[in-house]
């Protein structure tokens, strides 16, 4: 397999490869293992996936094998643990499913690795970690672990009293009794106790297979009212913020929460938009945005008071009234947004566009790009089907000079915002050959078809990709089609 270039090179959009093993999640029941969330780890060694059934499925990286050059960045199952249960809130009579809506990775300060995973309501912090030995040679339990024989463990502690356990004497006393033996007091055993001492042993750790542990440290509930959109590490890395449709909270890994952001009207009649979306500044701890259901964002300072209710910035751009239809404030909302690396752009996702945002200027976005300006005629059937709601993700990546997001019949966008290319690639298991190289993909929207392009009208709306993942250094970009994951790498 070629080597992976470096993303300060020279971007290039295409081509685009699978790997060997790149369907990695062939799930057998679409209902619960739906991949809903994907996120590289701050190195790019670890891929975390969750599913709609609460699960968390981590891939680990190859290293590179001189036996086997071509196995290096194939990812295999590292670590599977179920994440959140289905609970069911009594109080207001509301399921809760055990869904993973997102997981973030913090970064790795010893040899464990810790990440945070929300379903609608309650976030959890897991510590993930390996084992490779185990301790063996317990006086008290056997070689399985389990507890000996109580009437045993009486004799062993009789005997250890004095032998045949009537006596009361250790196994080893002064010669003459003495409340404070003097220095040089020589000790004689207790006539019974060599055999003891050779039925005693010192426990011992033995190697083992290295086994993967994954356990909750922290679980943090009861703080939502309404469903978790939205987890966010700040990059001081010893607090987070989780939103919801009307608030955002601020946690500290160790104490409690704040409640930061809280837009819920004292009227709920007067409820005019919704939070979407919430992430902090990869540098500056004290920097977040959110997104609105209204297609703004508001870029909020912690430093000016304890609520952040009013907005240090606020970016909007001015609706065309020429476009104005039914439509349009359904897909105007913002489903994701994100931070450039550097910290200078905003990066947002409505149903049609991707669109970038210098934050020195608020009244317009910089860069507009349409991801499948084609399904504006389709509105009507999208609105009909649901499919309108859906929530794309996008993301960087390691240099900020390439996008990448999900559309319909398993097609992903990318684009160049240096040369303004843009290619079309699917992720489907009929093209899933290892080291296949990923044709681009053109959609007809009307006239005479091509060969090798795909008329608007045969587009499966059931096969959607919407959630992606970017290496952080390298050009390694991971896929969910529903319930496959797929991986591919530059050329």
């Not at 945070?116 to 030995?133: H, I």
Request: aromatic share 10%.
């Amino acid at each position: 397999m070629a080597a992976n270039p470096p993303c300060t090179s020279a971007p290039r959009l295409q081509p685009f490869s699978q790997f060997p093993s790149s369907v990695l999640v062939e799930c057998g029941s679409p209902g619960t293992d739906i991949i809903s969330t994907v996120e590289f780890n701050h190195t790019g060694e670890l891929l975390a996936t969750g599913d709609k059934g609460g699960r968390v499925v981590i891939f680990q990286r190859e290293q590179e094998s001189k036996n086997q050059p071509h196995r290096r960045g194939e990812y295999n199952v590292y670590s599977t643990f179920q994440s959140h249960e289905p609970e069911f809130d009594y109080l207001k009579s509301l399921e809760i499913e055990e869904k993973i809506n997102k997981i973030r990775w913090l970064p790795q300060q010893n040899a464990a690795y810790f990440l945070l995973s929300t379903n609608d309501k309650t976030v959890k912090l897991w510590k993930v970690s390996e084992r490779d030995k185990r301790p063996e040679g317990y006086n008290l339990k056997d070689e399985d672990g389990r507890l000996r024989d109580p009437s045993m463990i009486t004799v062993l502690r009789d005997s250890l009293l004095g032998v045949g356990g009537s006596t009361g004497r250790a196994l080893w006393e002064p010669v003459r009794a003495s409340p404070m033996p003097a220095a040089g007091v020589g000790l004689e055993p207790v006539p019974g106790a060599d055999a003891l001492l050779l039925a005693l042993q010192v426990p011992v750790l033995r190697p083992m297979d290295l086994m993967v542990e994954a356990t909750p440290r922290r679980v943090f509930a009861n703080a939502h009212t309404y469903h978790i959109n939205s987890i966010s590490v700040n990059s001081d890395y010893e607090t987070y913020m989780s939103a919801d449709d009307l608030r955002i909270n601020l946690w500290n890994f160790e104490i409690t929460n704040q409640n930061i952001v809280d837009i819920k009207p004292a009227n709920m009649e007067e409820l005019t938009e919704v939070i979407t979306a919430a992430e902090f500044h990869p540098h500056h701890c004290n920097t977040f945005v959110y997104s609105s259901s209204k297609g703004t964002i508001r870029l909020c300072d912690m430093r000016t008071a304890a609520l952040c209710d009013r907005h240090a910035k606020f970016f909007e751009e001015p609706e065309d009234p020429s476009n104005r239809s039914f439509f349009s404030e359904i897909i105007s909302s913002i489903s994701d947004v994100k931070f450039s690396h550097s910290g200078r752009y905003i990066m947002t996702r409505d149903y049609l566009t991707v669109k970038v945002w210098d934050l020195n200027m608020e009244n317009r976005p910089i860069e507009t790009y349409q991801v499948h300006d084609y399904l504006r005629s389709k509105l009507c059937s999208l609105y009909e089907n649901d499919c309108i709601f859906d929530k794309f993700e996008c993301v960087w990546n390691g240099s900020d000079s390439v996008i990448m997001t999900g559309s319909y019949n398993n097609f992903f966008r990318m684009f160049d915002r240096n040369t303004k290319r843009d290619v079309t690639l699917e992720a489907s298991r009929e093209n899933s050959k290892p080291r296949a190289i990923l044709k681009p993909r053109k959609v007809c929207v009307g006239g005479k078809r091509r060969k090798d392009e795909i008329s608007v009208d045969s587009l499966d709306f059931s096969k959607k990709i919407l959630h992606t993942a970017w290496h952080p250094s390298e050009n390694i970009i991971a896929v969910a089609a529903t319930n496959n994951l797929y991986i591919f790498q530059d050329k």
